[in-house]
């Protein structure tokens, strides 16, 4: 029983992860990857590709002059941006409030939490959280919450049906493996695994408590049941496993497809694109020099460019051949094409404004039409986020209901034009049944003042008789000019 085993869908969907969380990291890492994001051509394979061999280094120059778009962190970034221009709306009971500015291991706030999340969302759609505590906490100890990324969640089952009453997830396993400081400034590599289960580790049982273990160098890496333990908060042991897994459009255990797994692909294929360009190019640049009738010595070297001297014979001839360039208009056109789509396929969730005026309907429609996919990962992520702190508020003996996370899902530019805030102060004026209160809170949703009604009734009252239009002072009175006095 060896619990690095994976689940069937994780070594289903491992490229497809970590395709997108090279994408996300950039071209470095695209050029670490080498043959496996850019294959090499015909060529460079006859001339083999060992170290040392000619169709290896080639294939290393061509690999260095190709260039791989950025569009995915661009597009994942600006995205986020979105997504947090404004803050989730919290509510927690008065037990957990200490935890809304410090609720990971690392001392992170639930917001900062939540924006981990979405970009896990958004990168290879799907995470996990846990919630952990020390060992033999007392009843005011708090847990916190440890987030795991998708290659992190090796294993798990979810298929019992035990009905509604009871989580049908019974185990999961995580790969906890990382760098560790051995002496002074040495690091190295320590694997370690947490195995998490309900009840016993048999498929068709889940009744009990939940336990943990720890698994690392110094136990086997087989299943043991002296290694597993029952964590309690004050003697309160959870009859769940406390782990929520987060994906792009659900909570299931069962992962999705990365969101944006078709604008990496279509950024390989530009790098492939480019590539085999910039090679066309360089091959462009690297004419040949033939020489028929040459009286040059075969060990002589041929000098070229001014104050250079070629020696023919008689009847001889000189000349430069280069690579064809007919195809590079076509190769050029592919790549702007190429990165048009990337273009309008990153934008596709921000563009909110349009090129012309629209109605306030026309505009949320079509706004409402381009993010449904960020409305639903907005949500999606909440509501893991809430599910994972309900389990924390019942296991500390908080009331679970009291835990509410709502996002921010208004992704429209809500700028208010100063025509448009005309417009509602003549059809005020004109008789629509709008009051001012209710038009200065339009102002201060979309940003234009911060101070309330009456704060601003009052500031207007203060500024009545200023007269701003001739002195910059407000008081209506000229300056003197530089004798000190006035003209007559």
Same mark, same amino acid.
């Given at each position: 029983?060896?619990?690095?085993?994976?689940?069937?869908?994780?070594d289903?969907?491992?490229?497809?992860?970590?395709?997108?969380?090279d994408?996300?990291?950039?071209?470095?890492?695209?050029?670490?990857?080498?043959?496996?994001?850019?294959?090499?051509?015909?060529?460079?394979?006859?001339?083999?590709?060992?170290?040392?061999?000619?169709?290896?280094?080639?294939?290393?120059?061509y690999?260095?002059?190709?260039?791989?778009?950025?569009?995915?962190?661009?597009?994942?970034?600006?995205?986020?941006?979105?997504?947090?221009?404004?803050?989730?709306?919290?509510?927690?009971?008065?037990?957990?409030?200490?935890?809304r500015?410090?609720?990971?291991?690392k001392?992170?706030?639930?917001q900062?939490?939540?924006?981990?999340?979405?970009?896990?969302?958004?990168?290879?759609g799907?995470?996990?959280?846990?919630?952990?505590v020390?060992d033999?906490?007392?009843?005011?100890?708090?847990?916190?919450?440890?987030?795991?990324?998708t290659?992190?969640?090796?294993?798990?089952?979810?298929?019992?049906?035990?009905?509604?009453?009871?989580?049908?997830?019974?185990?999961?396993?995580l790969?906890?493996?990382?760098?560790?400081?051995?002496?002074?400034?040495?690091?190295?590599?320590?694997?370690?695994?947490?195995?998490?289960?309900?009840?016993?580790?048999?498929?068709?049982?889940?009744?009990?408590?939940f336990?943990?273990?720890?698994?690392?160098?110094?136990?086997?890496?087989?299943?043991?049941?002296?290694?597993?333990?029952?964590?309690?908060?004050?003697?309160?042991?959870?009859k769940?496993?406390?782990?929520?897994? %987060?994906?792009?459009?659900? &909570?299931? @255990? !069962? $992962?999705?497809?990365?969101?944006?797994?078709?604008?990496?692909?279509? +950024?390989?294929t530009?790098?492939?694109?480019?590539?085999?360009?910039?090679?066309?190019?360089?091959?462009?640049?690297?004419?040949?020099?033939?020489?028929?009738?040459?009286?040059?010595?075969?060990?002589d070297?041929?000098?070229?460019?001014?104050?250079?001297?070629?020696?023919?014979?008689?009847?001889?001839?000189?000349?430069?051949?280069?690579?064809?360039?007919?195809?590079?208009?076509?190769m050029?056109?592919?790549?702007?094409n190429?990165?048009?789509?990337?273009?309008?396929?990153s934008?596709?969730?921000?563009?909110?404004?349009?090129?012309?005026?629209?109605s306030?309907?026309?505009?949320?429609?079509?706004?409402?039409?381009?993010?449904?996919?960020?409305?639903?990962?907005?949500?999606?992520?909440?509501?893991?986020l809430?599910?994972?702190?309900? %389990?924390?508020?019942?296991? &500390?003996? @908080? !009331? $679970?209901?009291?835990?509410?996370?709502?996002?921010?899902?208004?992704? +429209?530019?809500?700028t208010?034009?100063?025509?448009?805030?005309?417009?509602y102060?003549?059809?005020?004026?004109?008789g629509?049944?709008?009051?001012?209160?209710?038009?200065?809170?339009?102002?201060?949703?979309?940003?234009?003042t911060?101070?309330t009604?009456?704060?601003?009734?009052?500031?207007?009252?203060?500024?009545?008789?200023?007269?701003?239009?001739?002195?910059?002072?407000?008081t209506?009175?000229?300056?003197?000019?530089?004798?000190?006095?006035n003209?007559d």
């Amino acid at each position: 029983m060896s619990i690095t085993s994976h689940h069937p869908k994780y070594d289903a969907m491992l490229d497809k992860w970590r395709r997108m969380e090279d994408a996300y990291a950039g071209e470095d890492k695209i050029k670490e990857g080498g043959l496996k994001y850019l294959p090499s051509t015909p060529a460079q394979e006859l001339d083999g590709m060992s170290s040392g061999e000619k169709g290896y280094k080639n294939y290393q120059n061509y690999r260095t002059r190709a260039n791989f778009p950025d569009i995915v962190y661009t597009a994942i970034d600006s995205v986020l941006g979105v997504m947090h221009s404004k803050p989730a709306t919290i509510e927690l009971p008065e037990k957990m409030e200490s935890l809304r500015e410090r609720v990971t291991v690392k001392g992170e706030s639930m917001q900062m939490l939540l924006r981990k999340i979405n970009q896990a969302q958004l990168t290879t759609g799907r995470l996990g959280l846990f919630t952990d505590v020390e060992d033999g906490a007392g009843p005011k100890v708090l847990p916190y919450i440890v987030m795991y990324g998708t290659e992190d969640i090796i294993n798990w089952d979810d298929t019992p049906d035990f009905g509604l009453a009871n989580q049908n997830l019974c185990m999961v396993v995580l790969n906890e493996s990382e760098n560790l400081r051995e002496d002074e400034f040495e690091w190295q590599v320590k694997e370690k695994y947490r195995v998490l289960i309900m009840g016993d580790v048999s498929p068709d049982n889940n009744e009990g408590f939940f336990k943990v273990g720890v698994y690392n160098e110094d136990t086997s890496y087989d299943y043991s049941e002296e290694l597993m333990m029952e964590p309690s908060i004050g003697g309160n042991k959870l009859k769940k496993i406390p782990f929520t897994f %987060i994906n792009s459009r659900d &909570i299931i @255990a !069962d $992962p999705d497809k990365p969101p944006l797994l078709g604008l990496a692909n279509l +950024a390989l294929t530009i790098y492939h694109g480019d590539a085999d360009y910039r090679n066309s190019l360089f091959m462009q640049g690297q004419d040949t020099l033939v020489i028929t009738g040459s009286t040059v010595d075969g060990d002589d070297d041929v000098r070229v460019g001014a104050g250079a001297r070629i020696d023919i014979a008689i009847g001889g001839d000189a000349k430069y051949i280069g690579v064809n360039s007919k195809g590079l208009p076509e190769m050029r056109t592919a790549l702007e094409n190429d990165k048009k789509e990337a273009a309008d396929l990153s934008g596709k969730l921000l563009d909110t404004r349009g090129g012309q005026a629209e109605s306030g309907e026309a505009l949320r429609i079509r706004v409402s039409a381009r993010t449904a996919s960020l409305h639903q990962i907005a949500l999606t992520g909440a509501t893991g986020l809430q599910t994972q702190l309900r %389990i924390m508020a019942e296991w &500390i003996g @908080a !009331d $679970p209901n009291e835990v509410i996370v709502t996002p921010n899902t208004d992704f +429209a530019d809500n700028t208010l034009e100063g025509k448009n805030l005309l417009d509602y102060v003549a059809a005020k004026t004109l008789g629509a049944p709008w009051s001012w209160a209710s038009l200065h809170q339009l102002m201060q949703e979309r940003d234009l003042t911060k101070m309330t009604f009456d704060e601003e009734k009052k500031v207007i009252e203060s500024e009545v008789g200023l007269d701003f239009s001739s002195g910059g002072d407000g008081t209506g009175v000229e300056e003197d000019d530089d004798n000190g006095a006035n003209e007559d």
